[in-house]
Protein backbone atom coordinates (compact mmCIF):
# COMPACT_ATOMS: atom_id res chain seq x y z
CA UNK A 1 0.00 0.00 0.00
CA UNK A 2 1.11 3.39 -0.71
CA UNK A 3 0.90 5.36 2.42
CA UNK A 4 1.74 8.93 0.43
CA UNK A 5 4.60 9.84 2.51
CA UNK A 6 7.11 10.13 -0.69
CA UNK A 7 9.04 13.51 0.21
CA UNK A 8 7.39 13.84 3.47
CA UNK A 9 9.47 15.91 5.89
CA UNK A 10 9.91 13.76 8.77
CA UNK A 11 11.64 14.42 12.49
CA UNK A 12 12.28 11.07 14.46
CA UNK A 13 13.73 11.62 17.92
CA UNK A 14 15.66 8.68 19.50
CA UNK A 15 16.10 7.62 16.07
CA UNK A 16 19.54 6.09 16.02
CA UNK A 17 18.77 2.47 17.86
CA UNK A 18 16.30 -0.02 18.37
CA UNK A 19 12.67 1.30 18.14
CA UNK A 20 13.62 4.13 16.59
CA UNK A 21 15.97 2.69 14.14
CA UNK A 22 13.22 0.78 12.33
CA UNK A 23 10.65 3.76 12.68
CA UNK A 24 13.94 5.43 10.82
CA UNK A 25 14.48 2.92 8.18
CA UNK A 26 10.56 2.67 7.42
CA UNK A 27 9.47 6.02 6.83
CA UNK A 28 12.86 6.62 4.48
CA UNK A 29 11.44 3.65 2.67
CA UNK A 30 8.35 5.29 2.11
CA UNK A 31 10.23 7.52 0.24
CA UNK A 32 10.60 10.19 3.35
CA UNK A 33 13.10 12.70 3.87
CA UNK A 34 14.19 12.39 7.79
CA UNK A 35 16.12 13.95 10.27
CA UNK A 36 17.06 12.02 12.75
CA UNK A 37 17.74 13.79 16.71
CA UNK A 38 19.24 11.42 19.11
CA UNK A 39 22.09 12.35 21.66
CA UNK A 40 24.06 9.08 20.14
CA UNK A 41 25.86 11.03 17.51
CA UNK A 42 27.66 8.07 16.23
CA UNK A 43 24.73 5.81 16.12
CA UNK A 44 22.58 8.04 14.80
CA UNK A 45 25.01 8.54 12.00
CA UNK A 46 25.48 4.78 11.02
CA UNK A 47 21.16 4.38 11.35
CA UNK A 48 20.82 7.43 8.76
CA UNK A 49 23.25 5.46 6.54
CA UNK A 50 21.27 2.73 6.43
CA UNK A 51 18.66 4.83 5.89
CA UNK A 52 19.57 6.54 3.16
CA UNK A 53 20.70 3.24 1.56
CA UNK A 54 17.02 2.47 1.22
CA UNK A 55 15.41 5.65 1.04
CA UNK A 56 15.18 8.56 -1.85
CA UNK A 57 16.84 11.06 0.68
CA UNK A 58 20.06 11.53 2.73
CA UNK A 59 18.83 10.79 6.37
CA UNK A 60 20.20 14.11 8.27
CA UNK A 61 21.37 13.63 11.93
CA UNK A 62 21.42 16.37 14.32
CA UNK A 63 22.68 15.57 17.73
CA UNK A 64 21.13 16.57 20.59
CA UNK A 65 20.00 15.78 24.18
CA UNK A 66 15.80 16.62 24.18
CA UNK A 67 15.99 15.70 27.88
CA UNK A 68 16.24 19.97 27.93
CA UNK A 69 13.58 22.01 27.15
CA UNK A 70 15.28 24.40 25.35
CA UNK A 71 17.89 21.36 23.52
CA UNK A 72 14.74 20.06 22.84
CA UNK A 73 12.78 22.81 20.91
CA UNK A 74 16.31 23.87 19.31
CA UNK A 75 16.73 20.56 18.03
CA UNK A 76 13.35 20.65 16.37
CA UNK A 77 13.98 24.07 15.11
CA UNK A 78 17.31 23.55 13.33
CA UNK A 79 15.92 20.39 11.60
CA UNK A 80 12.52 22.29 10.45
CA UNK A 81 15.49 24.26 9.12
CA UNK A 82 17.14 22.16 7.45
CA UNK A 83 13.79 19.97 6.01
CA UNK A 84 12.22 23.47 5.05
CA UNK A 85 9.42 22.58 6.95
CA UNK A 86 8.01 19.26 8.81
CA UNK A 87 4.92 17.06 8.01
CA UNK A 88 5.31 14.40 10.25
CA UNK A 89 6.98 14.56 14.15
CA UNK A 90 7.97 11.11 15.53
CA UNK A 91 8.11 11.84 19.45
CA UNK A 92 10.24 8.19 20.42
CA UNK A 93 12.48 9.37 22.49
CA UNK A 94 11.76 7.38 25.88
CA UNK A 95 13.90 5.25 28.84
CA UNK A 96 13.46 3.99 32.07
CA UNK A 97 14.58 2.22 34.74
CA UNK A 98 12.18 -0.72 35.82
CA UNK A 99 12.18 -0.78 40.06
CA UNK A 100 9.51 -1.09 42.47
CA UNK A 101 8.36 2.23 43.37
CA UNK A 102 10.02 2.35 46.89
CA UNK A 103 13.06 1.38 45.69
CA UNK A 104 13.00 4.11 42.71
CA UNK A 105 15.41 7.00 44.28
CA UNK A 106 13.42 10.36 43.84
CA UNK A 107 16.93 12.04 42.10
CA UNK A 108 15.73 9.50 38.86
CA UNK A 109 12.05 11.26 38.95
CA UNK A 110 12.92 14.25 37.34
CA UNK A 111 15.14 13.13 34.62
CA UNK A 112 12.32 10.13 33.81
CA UNK A 113 9.35 13.00 33.82
CA UNK A 114 11.72 15.46 31.50
CA UNK A 115 13.07 12.35 28.54
CA UNK A 116 9.73 10.64 28.37
CA UNK A 117 7.00 13.74 28.79
CA UNK A 118 8.77 16.94 28.72
CA UNK A 119 10.58 15.98 25.24
CA UNK A 120 7.29 15.00 24.07
CA UNK A 121 5.53 18.49 25.03
CA UNK A 122 8.53 20.73 23.88
CA UNK A 123 9.13 19.00 20.38
CA UNK A 124 5.68 19.53 20.12
CA UNK A 125 5.52 22.97 20.69
CA UNK A 126 8.60 23.59 17.94
CA UNK A 127 6.70 21.57 15.32
CA UNK A 128 3.15 23.13 15.80
CA UNK A 129 3.44 26.49 14.40
CA UNK A 130 5.09 25.08 10.90
CA UNK A 131 2.06 22.51 11.31
CA UNK A 132 -0.99 24.79 11.65
CA UNK A 133 0.80 27.43 9.30
CA UNK A 134 0.29 24.65 6.21
CA UNK A 135 -3.13 23.27 7.70
CA UNK A 136 -1.68 19.76 8.02
CA UNK A 137 0.44 17.93 10.06
CA UNK A 138 1.04 14.10 12.08
CA UNK A 139 2.46 13.80 15.41
CA UNK A 140 3.12 10.29 16.41
CA UNK A 141 4.49 9.41 20.24
CA UNK A 142 5.71 6.57 20.95
CA UNK A 143 3.62 5.85 24.21
CA UNK A 144 3.54 2.50 26.29
CA UNK A 145 1.53 -0.59 27.64
CA UNK A 146 3.13 0.79 31.19
CA UNK A 147 0.64 4.24 30.89
CA UNK A 148 -2.02 1.89 31.71
CA UNK A 149 -0.23 0.62 34.42
CA UNK A 150 2.24 -1.79 35.13
CA UNK A 151 4.53 -3.34 37.97
CA UNK A 152 8.27 -1.53 38.10
CA UNK A 153 7.37 1.13 36.12
CA UNK A 154 5.69 4.16 38.27
CA UNK A 155 7.51 6.88 37.33
CA UNK A 156 8.24 5.64 33.30
CA UNK A 157 4.07 5.00 33.60
CA UNK A 158 3.00 8.60 34.60
CA UNK A 159 5.05 10.09 32.48
CA UNK A 160 3.92 7.93 29.55
CA UNK A 161 -0.07 8.32 30.76
CA UNK A 162 1.25 11.82 30.63
CA UNK A 163 2.01 11.66 26.96
CA UNK A 164 -1.25 9.84 26.49
CA UNK A 165 -2.88 12.85 28.00
CA UNK A 166 -0.77 15.39 26.25
CA UNK A 167 -1.42 14.20 22.96
CA UNK A 168 -5.19 13.84 23.08
CA UNK A 169 -5.48 17.61 24.14
CA UNK A 170 -3.09 18.54 21.45
CA UNK A 171 -5.60 16.89 19.07
CA UNK A 172 -8.53 18.03 20.38
CA UNK A 173 -6.88 21.85 20.64
CA UNK A 174 -5.22 21.37 16.94
CA UNK A 175 -7.25 19.09 14.70
CA UNK A 176 -9.25 22.41 13.24
CA UNK A 177 -5.92 23.00 11.91
CA UNK A 178 -5.08 20.01 10.43
CA UNK A 179 -2.80 18.34 12.57
CA UNK A 180 -3.48 14.84 14.07
CA UNK A 181 -1.88 13.57 16.93
CA UNK A 182 -1.86 9.98 18.17
CA UNK A 183 0.32 6.93 19.58
CA UNK A 184 2.08 3.64 19.32
CA UNK A 185 1.78 2.42 22.67
CA UNK A 186 4.39 -0.93 22.63
CA UNK A 187 4.58 -3.88 24.66
CA UNK A 188 7.59 -5.34 25.49
CA UNK A 189 9.56 -5.32 22.48
CA UNK A 190 13.70 -6.93 22.45
CA UNK A 191 15.72 -5.68 20.35
CA UNK A 192 17.12 -8.61 18.05
CA UNK A 193 20.55 -7.42 16.75
CA UNK A 194 22.44 -5.63 18.84
CA UNK A 195 24.39 -3.82 15.64
CA UNK A 196 20.40 -1.89 15.81
CA UNK A 197 21.73 -0.85 19.08
CA UNK A 198 24.01 2.43 20.04
CA UNK A 199 26.21 2.64 23.21
CA UNK A 200 22.77 5.06 24.46
CA UNK A 201 20.23 2.39 24.06
CA UNK A 202 18.55 1.11 27.44
CA UNK A 203 18.96 -2.85 25.96
CA UNK A 204 23.33 -2.63 25.78
CA UNK A 205 22.36 -4.45 29.00
CA UNK A 206 18.98 -6.41 29.01
CA UNK A 207 19.18 -8.40 31.81
CA UNK A 208 19.57 -5.27 34.19
CA UNK A 209 16.09 -4.16 32.64
CA UNK A 210 14.94 -7.58 32.10
CA UNK A 211 15.63 -11.08 33.04
CA UNK A 212 14.33 -14.23 31.25
CA UNK A 213 11.59 -14.77 33.98
CA UNK A 214 10.22 -11.93 33.15
CA UNK A 215 10.39 -11.89 29.60
CA UNK A 216 9.03 -15.27 29.94
CA UNK A 217 5.92 -13.98 32.17
CA UNK A 218 5.13 -11.40 29.57
CA UNK A 219 5.13 -14.09 26.48
CA UNK A 220 2.73 -16.35 28.78
CA UNK A 221 0.56 -13.67 29.11
CA UNK A 222 0.21 -12.40 25.83
CA UNK A 223 -2.74 -13.60 23.67
CA UNK A 224 -0.27 -14.24 20.31
CA UNK A 225 2.64 -16.22 22.44
CA UNK A 226 5.16 -13.52 20.73
CA UNK A 227 6.64 -10.15 21.71
CA UNK A 228 6.77 -6.88 18.73
CA UNK A 229 9.73 -6.53 16.70
CA UNK A 230 10.78 -3.10 16.23
CA UNK A 231 9.54 -3.60 12.79
CA UNK A 232 6.19 -4.16 14.17
CA UNK A 233 6.42 -1.09 16.25
CA UNK A 234 7.50 0.77 12.70
CA UNK A 235 4.62 -0.27 10.95
CA UNK A 236 1.86 1.46 13.36
CA UNK A 237 4.11 4.91 12.97
CA UNK A 238 4.11 4.55 9.33
CA UNK A 239 0.07 4.02 9.67
CA UNK A 240 -0.84 7.02 12.07
CA UNK A 241 2.33 9.53 9.84
CA UNK A 242 0.42 8.58 6.45
CA UNK A 243 -2.74 11.69 6.20
CA UNK A 244 -3.97 9.15 3.24
CA UNK A 245 -4.27 5.98 5.74
CA UNK A 246 -5.12 7.38 8.41
CA UNK A 247 -6.80 10.92 8.25
CA UNK A 248 -9.84 10.70 9.92
CA UNK A 249 -7.80 8.92 13.00
CA UNK A 250 -6.50 11.30 15.76
CA UNK A 251 -6.12 11.18 19.37
CA UNK A 252 -5.47 7.54 19.35
CA UNK A 253 -3.16 4.95 20.65
CA UNK A 254 -2.53 2.07 18.75
CA UNK A 255 -1.45 -0.67 20.92
CA UNK A 256 1.15 -3.00 19.69
CA UNK A 257 1.64 -5.70 22.19
CA UNK A 258 0.41 -9.03 20.91
CA UNK A 259 -2.86 -8.73 23.34
CA UNK A 260 -0.99 -8.10 26.42
CA UNK A 261 -2.69 -4.46 27.00
CA UNK A 262 -5.97 -4.14 25.22
CA UNK A 263 -6.56 -0.64 26.37
N1 LIG B 1 11.46 -1.59 23.81
C1 LIG B 1 10.39 -1.72 24.56
O1 LIG B 1 10.10 -2.78 25.14
C2 LIG B 1 9.44 -0.54 24.74
C3 LIG B 1 8.17 -0.80 25.27
C4 LIG B 1 7.28 0.27 25.43
C5 LIG B 1 7.66 1.54 25.06
N2 LIG B 1 8.90 1.76 24.54
C6 LIG B 1 9.23 3.13 24.16
O2 LIG B 1 9.72 3.11 22.83
C7 LIG B 1 10.66 4.18 22.66
C8 LIG B 1 11.95 3.64 22.09
O3 LIG B 1 12.48 2.69 23.03
P1 LIG B 1 13.63 1.67 22.66
O4 LIG B 1 13.32 0.39 23.33
O5 LIG B 1 13.94 1.69 21.22
O6 LIG B 1 14.83 2.34 23.50
P2 LIG B 1 16.38 2.45 23.21
O7 LIG B 1 17.00 2.80 24.53
O8 LIG B 1 16.91 1.24 22.50
O9 LIG B 1 16.49 3.69 22.20
C9 LIG B 1 16.24 5.00 22.65
C10 LIG B 1 16.92 5.97 21.69
O10 LIG B 1 16.72 7.29 22.23
C11 LIG B 1 17.98 7.94 22.38
N3 LIG B 1 17.88 8.79 23.56
C12 LIG B 1 17.65 8.40 24.84
N4 LIG B 1 17.57 9.48 25.65
C13 LIG B 1 17.76 10.56 24.84
C14 LIG B 1 17.78 11.95 25.09
N5 LIG B 1 17.63 12.45 26.32
N6 LIG B 1 17.98 12.78 24.04
C15 LIG B 1 18.16 12.30 22.79
N7 LIG B 1 18.17 10.99 22.50
C16 LIG B 1 17.97 10.13 23.53
C17 LIG B 1 19.00 6.81 22.52
O11 LIG B 1 20.30 7.22 22.11
C18 LIG B 1 18.41 5.74 21.58
O12 LIG B 1 18.81 5.96 20.25
C19 LIG B 1 10.80 4.85 24.02
O13 LIG B 1 9.92 5.95 24.11
C20 LIG B 1 10.34 3.76 24.97
O14 LIG B 1 9.88 4.29 26.20
C21 LIG B 1 9.80 0.75 24.38
Known amino acids: MDLGLTDAKVIVTGGASHIGRAIVLQLARE ?34 DVGTRDAAEHACAEAIG ?16 PEFFLRTDPSTWDDLLAVNLTAVMACTRAVLPSMIEQSHGAIVATASTAAFGEQRQSVYAA ?16 GRSGVRANMVAPGLTLPEDPATLGDESLWRNREAIMNDAQVEYVVRNTPLRR ?10 VAFLASDRVSRQITGQVVTVAGGFAMR
Not at 33 to 52: F, G, M, S, Y
Open 159 to 174: AKAGVVAFMRTIALEY
Open 82 to 97: QLGGVDVLVSNVGYNH
Open 227 to 236: LPKAEDIANA
Open 31 to 64: GAEVVIIDRDEAQARRTAEAATVGGRHPARVIPA
